[in-house]
Structure formats: structure tokens, C-alpha cells
């Protein structure tokens, strides 16, 4: 039996369906970290987007790159143009300097951790 006449699709139209579906759940996810990083911040995503380096936005900002690279496949290219057109190395610069507060910092990785319940 032929699965995609099961499914009333043909391979191509399923192809297509599979194909936004990730890109759905891609965006979801994205929005999803956002809102919730922001949210726990009292921030707004725009202040996240300017070159502000004030540790009110900067927090924020870095643990927003960190778990987009924890749970999205984008590239860090892709992630530094969401935030202002920062760069690759400001990129690898937030996800090691999360992954050492987490390491080291025992109330920060529990906010971290609340936020990824949320997400």
C-alpha cells in the first residue's frame, strides 16, 4: 500500500508539508525563547537588538543566543543578524560565556533552568 495515497498527499506535496512544518517549529521555537527570556527580563525583544552593552539588556541578550543554539539549528550568522547584526565572534563569545556562568554560577543556572521550563 502506497503510504502518501493513505495520506491523500502525493510525495511531492508531501515533501512541501515536511519541509514548512520544520520551519514552523523552527519559528515557534524561536519566538518561544524570546518571548520567555524577555518575559522573565521584563525586557523588550528591541532593547535585546541595539548595541547597548548595559548588563540589563546584555543578560538577556546572551542567554536568548545560547538557547538558540541549544534547541535551533540556526548558525550563529543567522542569530547575530536577529541581534543587530552582531558577528560571529560576538556570537561564540555569548554561548561560551552562558556555558561558563552555568558551569560556575549556581543561582544563574537556576534562572537559566526556569526559563527553559517556560520555553
Not at 495515497?5 to 512541501?16: S, T, W
Not at 548595559?54 to 550563529?76: G, Q, V
Request: proline content about 3%.
Amino acid at each position: 500500500m502506497n503510504p502518501y495515497i493513505a495520506v491523500g498527499l502525493n510525495p511531492i506535496k508531501l515533501r512541501e508539508w515536511i519541509i514548512k512544518s520544520k520551519y514552523i517549529n523552527v519559528v515557534h521555537k524561536q519566538h518561544n525563547i524570546i518571548a520567555a527570556v524577555c518575559e522573565y527580563y521584563k525586557v523588550e525583544y528591541y532593547d535585546l537588538t541595539t548595541k547597548s552593552r548595559k548588563r540589563e539588556f546584555a543578560e538577556p541578550r546572551m542567554i536568548i543566543i545560547w538557547l538558540l543554539r541549544k534547541y535551533t539549528n540556526l548558525s550563529l550568522k543567522t542569530i547575530g543578524a536577529m541581534f543587530g547584526n552582531r558577528d560571529h565572534s560576538t556570537m561564540i563569545y555569548s554561548v561560551e560565556a552562558i556555558k561558563n556562568l552555568i558551569d560556575t554560577d549556581y543561582k544563574f543556572s537556576q534562572r537559566v533552568r526556569q526559563i527553559e521550563r517556560t520555553i
